[in-house]
């Protein structure tokens, strides 16, 4: 059995124009990069509320480069050679000997040196011979290095400084800086992306083999004001458990033992008198591209490393090879299963097993010799369970987080980095403390004008309050669906729908009939609305205005065929409830599930009464959107969310839905058209009083900081192309603010212990924390707001990036509306993390995935193949094979109410 290539270190993909994506540049080409349209510029800094001093995880760096720095293009091979490959040219002896030791490899196509070479250097690099073997096939690489440029540092420090703007080479120095911090710990530690893992770092099995490591998170931004910052944090990433294949295929499969495993994985009867896998075997693609070794009692190659291509549908004792007798000259066919008995004395136990293929041809193994040897990324979606262990082994809180970060920073050891000591770039090691604001907290209004002022607690109760306003009409024609359960009883549903129609009177719901029809449903979660909702309909003699159905668990699956069939089919809104909540009929879950109900039914929770902020003007729209992509390997297709807000004060919101391609990030204007028309229409009617909005905010989600300029360039244009539309083709003169709203980044907080000005019980920033210096970016509008309570770990606030302002607010206008607005979140009584607008397309595009045109025979997995590699035009719908969504139905106007949350 040969031989196969060693493992690697992660190596990042150099990609400049997406390198900094924290200072407003994009992913086109660089020759496009100047056609881009100017940003919002910072219009001063918020002075409401009260200064508040903070620790941000970021090392100011101290020391910038001033050596001359000579960048080298590198070519190895063909110019296309696998990772493997070029990292071993580069690290072999021949490179070393005619380049030099003394240089940083992007693992990709550029080196830098403070060492100048002189000319070209193109050489021939046999890697067999680098391992002092002869290789019978030709395992020769060219390498050439080709001086090209020195770095110019001084612009980039002229950029950092304000004196500049952002440009190729300033790209390109804030690029090889990024390299310069990364080259030792990409040695010392497994790398990924910009998280460096260790063995021995924490970690903690999440089940299904898989463990998750705790790794140090760093990157270099320039901050406001003009200076370098070095962000530290914790990172979290799930690895392959290091056990036998076998244990991992168990544990994948979720099977009881090896035993099991070779039942589930027998081929089956194809009907044409072949074989075929069964369903089971097509999991066992998960381990494609994994990396495995061999240990059986006298294995040849024990250190070898192999990587998986797939597995044969066939096992050890079908499975045959020929044989050559060195001394006889004679070949003798014989299976892997007698193979290994007589050529090592190792008989199988597992040989009904399939075959494991290797990525080098003609190399099979049993999978019962095969071990995972070393830490490997996970990169699968982690199920239910997992996710939930994952989240609790993430999970810290301050004083724990801040302590990592601190030794995360030790840990890097820069002081002592030969690399950083050598270029000149020396960084603090003590964290950065900023100046800022906690803004005043808004009123809540109730109906009946209660108010409430939760001050920096950011929670409240429904106790006597009253809805701010009720269901649009009383609730006349409704049902109760149970699905037979050992949990709850007939005594028990009785009692709750009590309590459910006291509740909701207290609350000032309009209940016209407090008896519900309640029955039994079909175990078939299709078959259950279907019976529902004619039962309803024919006790009441009129069209069912809510369905409720109890469940026995979650069941994620059950839970969206409910949905499907009540959205798509029936167009009723519906509400799911737990079997053990119902039976334990606790008024406080009650009041929670109400305030669902009564935004389904038309009604508004509550809304803020603010002293501080405008307010919206009249006329002002408010349209939030993102894009959910499915996890990796997933045929189910991307999701674009939007909503738009129903009333004057941003509170109720309509949403849309539709599929966007395979892993689309902007919305086509295909899409935009489709599902914006009908939600405009129905603003201008009622909102507008019959025009078109004035301003419109438009809070974008999922886009990172190069994509800012498509967002600009495509979507926001798309939306005025579709206003001029609906104008009677007249030019809309209205005002657009585009906010980008982000969670995905690694700033945290730690306010001093025991400052009751800024912590809360917990250590974390109180609700109302804005920062806008120090860790925010020099050269637009952005800034971080803690918005919400943490209920565990440590907060994480929201990155707000102000792209186009037209309305020119100032800082107070734009940030405390923000921070208000995220106490108008229909079903919660706290503040939330996220502006209302975004996080209600984020529940659409999670709900609407139940509205997919697929059986649901195809299972939970569902969606349509996509194919590979299209590229529509911006204007034109993802060229794609994803089947437009179902509709929501017609019927009681479903599409225009809260039916997602």
């Known amino acids: 059995m040969s031989t196969s290539k060693d493992s690697k270190k992660s190596v990042p993909k150099t990609d400049d124009l997406a390198l900094f994506r924290h200072m407003h540049v994009t992913d086109q080409p660089a020759e496009q990069f100047f056609a881009r349209k100017d940003l919002a510029k910072r219009p001063g800094y918020n002075t409401t509320g009260k200064e508040i001093s903070i620790a941000v995880n970021s090392y100011p760096?101290?020391?910038?480069?001033?050596?001359?720095?000579?960048?080298?293009?590198?070519?190895?091979?063909?110019?296309?050679?696998?990772?493997?490959?070029?990292?071993?040219?580069?690290?072999?002896?021949?490179?070393?000997?005619?380049?030099g030791a003394n240089f940083i490899f992007d693992g990709n196509k550029l080196a830098w040196s403070l060492v100048p070479l002189n000319k070209e250097v193109n050489v021939v690099v046999d890697l067999d011979a680098e391992q002092g073997r002869s290789g019978r096939t030709s395992?020769?690489?060219?390498?050439?290095?080709?001086?090209?440029?020195?770095?110019?540092?001084?612009?980039?420090?002229?950029?950092?400084?304000?004196?500049?703007s952002i440009s190729k080479e300033v790209l390109e120095g804030l690029s090889f800086l990024d390299h310069v911090l990364r080259e030792t710990p990409s040695n010392k530690f497994i790398s990924i992306k910009r998280s460096f893992f260790s063995e021995n770092n924490p970690k903690a099995s999440v089940g299904g083999g898989v463990f998750a490591y705790k790794g140090i998170y760093q990157a270099i931004r320039v901050v406001n004001p003009g200076r370098l910052a070095l962000n530290i944090d914790v990172s979290n990433s799930c690895f392959w458990a290091l056990i036998s294949l076998i244990s991992a295929a168990i544990e994948v499969l979720e099977l009881r033992d090896a035993q099991q495993l070779m039942n589930w994985t027998k081929p089956v009867d194809d009907g044409l008198g072949g074989r075929a896998p069964s369903q089971k075997f097509h999991h066992l693609s998960r381990f494609h591209k994994l990396a495995v070794k061999a240990s059986y009692k006298g294995c040849p190659c024990p250190d070898k490393e192999w990587v998986i291509k797939g597995f044969l549908l066939a096992n050890a004792k079908e499975y045959t090879m020929d044989i050559t007798?060195?001394?006889?000259?004679?070949?003798?066919?014989?299976?892997?299963?007698?193979?290994?008995?007589?050529?090592?004395?190792?008989?199988?136990?597992?040989?009904?097993?399939?075959?494991?293929?290797?990525?080098?041809?003609?190399?099979?193994?049993?999978?019962?010799?095969?071990?995972?040897?070393?830490?490997?990324?996970?990169?699968?979606?982690?199920?239910?369970?997992?996710?939930?262990?994952?989240?609790?082994?993430?999970?810290?809180?301050?004083?724990?987080?801040?302590?990592?970060?601190e030794e995360s920073k030790a840990n890097l050891a820069h002081n002592a980095d030969p690399v950083l000591n050598a270029f000149g770039l020396k960084i603090s090691d003590t964290m950065m403390m900023t100046k800022a604001r906690l803004l005043p907290n808004p009123e809540i209004q109730f109906g009946g004008n209660q108010k409430v002022n939760p001050g920096t607690a950011g929670r409240w109760d429904l106790r006597g309050k009253k809805f701010y306003t009720k269901n649009t009409k009383p609730l006349t024609s409704w049902g109760v669906g149970v699905f037979r359960s050992r949990h709850v009883s007939q005594a028990d549903v009785e009692r709750f729908v009590d309590a459910f129609v006291r509740a909701y009177q207290g609350h000032g719901g309009v209940v016209a009939s407090a008896r519900p029809f309640v029955g039994e449903v079909e175990a078939d979660p299709a078959k259950a609305a279907y019976s529902l909702f004619h039962s309803t309909g024919n006790k009441f003699n009129q069209r069912p205005e809510l369905l409720i159905f109890i469940v026995m668990d979650k069941n994620a699956f059950h839970y969206s065929r409910i949905k499907k069939s009540c959205d798509c089919r029936f167009g009723v809104p519906s509400q799911v409830l737990q079997a053990s909540q119902v039976a334990k009929c606790n008024g406080q879950y009650i009041s929670n599930v109400l305030m669902k109900v009564n935004a389904k039914l038309g009604g508004t929770t509550a809304r803020v009464a603010s002293k501080i902020t405008k307010g919206l003007a009249p006329y002002t729209m408010i349209i939030g959107a993102d894009v959910s992509h499915s996890s990796p390997g997933s045929f189910a297709p991307s999701m674009a969310a939007m909503t738009v807000s129903m009333d004057q004060f941003g509170g109720r919101y309509t949403a849309t839905c539709e599929t966007n391609g395979e892993r689309v990030e902007m919305i086509s204007q295909a899409n935009i058209k489709s599902m914006l028309t009908p939600l405009f229409r129905e603003w201008i009617a009622t909102v507008g009083q019959g025009r078109v909005?004035?301003?419109?905010?438009?809070?974008?989600?999922?886009?990172?900081?190069?994509?800012?300029?498509?967002?600009?360039?495509?979507?926001?244009?798309?939306?005025?192309?579709?206003?001029?539309?609906?104008?009677?083709?007249?030019?809309?003169?209205?005002?657009?603010?585009?906010?980008?709203?982000?969670?995905?980044?690694?700033?945290?907080?730690?306010?001093?212990?025991?400052?009751?000005?800024?912590?809360?019980?917990?250590?974390?920033?109180?609700?109302?924390?804005?920062?806008?210096?120090?860790?925010?970016?020099?050269?637009?509008?952005?800034?971080?707001?803690?918005?919400?309570?943490?209920?565990?770990?440590?907060?994480?606030?929201?990155?707000?990036?102000?792209?186009?302002?037209?309305?020119?607010?100032?800082?107070?206008?734009?940030?405390?509306?923000?921070?208000?607005?995220?106490?108008?979140?229909?079903?919660?009584?706290?503040?939330?993390?996220?502006?209302?607008?975004?996080?209600?397309?984020?529940?659409?595009?999670?709900?609407?995935?139940?509205?997919?045109?697929?059986?649901?025979s195809s299972g939970p997995r569902s969606g349509p193949q996509i194919k590979q590699g299209s590229n529509p035009p911006p204007s034109e719908p993802p060229k794609s094979e994803n089947r437009q969504l179902l509709p929501i139905a017609e019927g009681d106007r479903l599409a225009y109410k809260m039916w997602y949350i």
């Open 325 to 405: 007798d060195r001394a006889t000259g004679k070949t003798r066919t014989m299976s892997i299963f007698d193979y290994f008995k007589s050529r090592y004395n190792v008989v199988l136990t597992y040989w009904e097993l399939p075959l494991v293929q290797m990525t080098k041809k003609g190399v099979v193994y049993p999978m019962e010799v095969l071990a995972i040897h070393r830490p490997q990324k996970f990169p699968f979606k982690l199920n239910e369970l997992q996710t939930a262990s994952m989240i609790k082994f993430a999970v810290t809180r301050p004083a724990e987080r801040r302590k990592a970060v």
């Open 693 to 856: 909005p004035h301003n419109i905010y438009y809070f974008r989600d999922g886009v990172s900081e190069g994509q800012f300029q498509q967002v600009l360039q495509q979507e926001i244009p798309f939306i005025r192309a579709l206003l001029k539309d609906l104008n009677q083709g007249a030019e809309w003169k209205g005002k657009v603010t585009v906010v980008v709203a982000s969670k995905r980044h690694h700033i945290r907080a730690f306010p001093q212990p025991g400052d009751r000005n800024a912590a809360d019980k917990n250590a974390n920033p109180l609700p109302g924390t804005l920062v806008e210096k120090d860790v925010t970016g020099a050269h637009g509008w952005d800034f971080f707001l803690w918005s919400h309570i943490a209920l565990q770990g440590t907060s994480r606030p929201v990155h707000y990036h102000v792209l186009v302002d037209e309305m020119n607010h100032q800082p107070k206008d734009l940030q405390n509306m923000i921070y208000e607005h995220c106490y108008q979140y229909m079903r919660s009584t706290t503040s939330v993390s996220l502006f209302p607008a975004v996080y209600y397309a984020h529940l659409a595009s999670n709900r609407a995935r139940a509205h997919e045109n697929v059986p649901a």
């Open 139 to 164: 395992n020769t690489f060219r390498l050439v290095v080709r001086p090209t440029k020195q770095v110019n540092l001084a612009i980039v420090e002229e950029y950092v400084r304000g004196n500049g």
């Open 61 to 99: 760096i101290l020391q910038f480069p001033t050596k001359k720095v000579y960048q080298y293009d590198v070519h190895i091979g063909n110019g296309a050679e696998k990772r493997v490959v070029v990292q071993k040219v580069w690290n072999s002896k021949t490179r070393r000997a005619k380049v």
